[in-house]
């Protein structure tokens, strides 16, 4: 599985990279504003997952930015000889000019994601820059049966933008436009190749905000294909709560509208919905009609340290249960804890942490605060601390900001890398789920530190493995199994956000059944009969 991810060892160390906005945005606390630039430390050599949902990988000790980062991955694989059909070729480049390229580099680039799964790279790169070329291309590849897979950011996590049979590659880089604020009626319409940061940047003067989050790069046309969500999930739901409408190509190169822009609507079937998490296996976004939300008036952040998981977990559920409308709740355990004072220098108590956001007018958040300061103690908890003011919250937010990259540090004299899973359970099941996990890695010889999204009954692990040693790889893939099996049997899932792709197919029948997966066939067929956009997934 692993085969070409790295070659030879990596040495791991302490560098730095400068982050453009899109990182002071995702990990800013208590508040939605951005900064031009900030520098926060970064391990060399490490696949990172920032958020819920996207990865940053094999970095050098380099400065770099994120937007350069993907570029460097195809260094590190031997990349296919090219099988381009000239036929095809030639037409794309008779019609798109510069905008096509067949160049080694610029496949191979588009030929993996952030995951641990092997280079597959296109044959053919397009940038369109209208909905109308898109289609084009689509008609095209139809016309000489040859794969289309769709590209926004590249940081996915399962193998969704791999090539496994070559093909055309549609890069949505130069398709990134705002094209409608609706202010009153709280939404805007947008092209697939803008990040969910550069809407933020956008609409922020007009006291506006787009609350997905799942990571640094992230593409609003990839988070619709992987039904992401993020840190902001409890409180504003997931993609498909946060999608009114939208405009696809389909294989035939057809558009379609799913929807009206309207607050509801009951005319036929839920068309939206079929293609949010569908992976560009049934067609190409071209336009995206999103709910907004307004910035919030005030906000705090407060950390609260657990004894035992249980105990954190118990006061998540209260919370909930008792109507606290939180903006975010993670929980990272004792060892993550252990892990950011060890690359940070911090003092944390290394205890089982809930870092709680709350938004809203002063008096709501204040009543928040006290809400589930009341609810913590009463679940025993050790430290309570809470902040209003911006450089406090960013200092008791720091941790979770810090968290994954810290995480190697627990493993100084082993290069390391992560291998980032992704469950999710009923929140009733969430201390049940951790507790058996945990017993499970004190048998294993790996480390493997714990962040969740506890009030969505989402967590992952990141576990900690040199993938060139082949036994850490066998325990590596055995503690993933363990946990997605025992994930499905608490009623969860294979994946609470990072999408299906290559690395959760096989887990599909056995979370929904083998009925379920061959009517997704039948739909499948029906709107793909020629089995071009994006093969070989979900």
């Known amino acids: 599985m692993f085969k070409g991810f790295v070659k030879g060892g990596i040495k791991f160390a302490s560098s730095s990279i400068k982050v453009n906005k899109q990182f002071a945005r995702h990990f800013s606390s208590g508040g939605y504003h951005t900064k031009a630039s900030s520098r926060v430390p970064f391990i060399a050599g490490g696949l990172f997952l920032l958020g819920g949902g996207c990865v940053l990988a094999l970095c050098d000790s380099k400065e770099t930015t994120s937007e350069s980062i993907k570029h460097k991955v195809s260094g590190f694989f031997k990349h296919k000889d090219h099988k381009a059909n000239p036929h095809l070729l030639a037409e794309l480049k008779k019609e798109f000019g510069d905008n096509v390229s067949d160049a080694a580099g610029d496949c191979e680039s588009h030929g993996k994601d952030q995951s641990y799964h092997e280079i597959q790279s296109p044959d053919i790169v397009v940038y369109p820059t209208t909905e109308e070329q898109v289609a084009h291309v689509i008609q095209l590849c139809g016309k000489y049966n040859t794969p289309v897979v769709g590209f926004g950011g590249g940081t996915s996590l399962e193998g969704h933008i791999n090539a496994s049979r070559g093909g055309v590659c549609i890069d949505f880089k130069t398709m990134k436009k705002v094209l409608k604020v609706n202010k009153d009626d709280l939404d805007c319409v947008v092209q697939p190749g803008i990040t969910y ?119 998540v559920i209260q919370t909930i249960q008792n109507d606290v409308k939180i903006g975010r709740v993670e929980l990272l355990d004792d060892l993550m804890m252990k892990a950011v004072n060890m690359a940070r220098g911090t003092k944390y108590a290394e205890k089982n942490t809930l870092l709680f956001e709350f938004s809203g007018t002063k008096a709501e958040v204040s009543e928040q605060i006290t809400a589930v300061q009341k609810i913590a103690y009463k679940n025993n908890c050790g430290q309570f601390r809470f902040a209003t003011e911006r450089a406090e919250r960013e ?78 790889m066998k325990e590596a893939k055995r503690i993933n199994e363990n946990l997605v099996e025992r994930a499905i049997k608490m009623e969860g899932t294979c994946t609470g956000e990072h999408g299906v792709g290559y690395g959760k197919k096989k887990y599909l029948e056995k979370e929904l059944g083998a009925e379920s997966v061959n009517l997704m066939r039948t739909i499948k067929h029906a709107i793909d009969p020629q089995n071009i956009m994006n093969p070989n997934k979900i």
Request: aromatic share 6%; hydrophobic share 40%.
């Open 197 to 315: 940061d550069e809407l933020n940047e956008i609409l922020e003067p007009m006291g506006l905000f787009f609350p997905m989050d799942p990571g640094p790069g992230a593409t609003i046309g990839g988070m619709i294909g992987t039904s992401c969500s993020g840190t902001n999930a409890v409180r504003h739901g997931t993609m498909k709560e946060n999608v009114k409408s939208l405009r696809v190509v389909l294989p035939n190169g057809k558009i379609v509208k799913t929807r009206a822009r309207t607050k509801k609507s009951s005319a036929g079937y839920d068309l939206t919905h079929l293609f949010i998490g569908a992976e560009g296996t049934l067609g190409l976004v071209t336009e995206a009609t999103l709910k907004l939300q307004h910035l919030p008036q005030s906000s705090a952040v407060a950390l609260v340290t657990f004894e035992h998981p249980d105990s954190a977990c118990d006061t």
């Open 395 to 472: 200092s008791l937010w720091l941790a979770r900001k810090v968290a994954l990259w810290s995480s190697v540090s627990l493993r100084p004299e082993k290069p390391s890398q992560v291998w980032i899973t992704d469950v999710c359970v009923p929140i009733s099941r969430l201390a049940d789920i951790i507790s058996a996990t945990k017993e499970d890695l004190k048998t294993s010889k790996l480390l493997a530190p714990l962040v969740s999204h506890a009030g969505d009954g989402n967590f992952h692990l990141f576990i900690l493995l040199d993938p060139n040693d082949p036994e850490e």
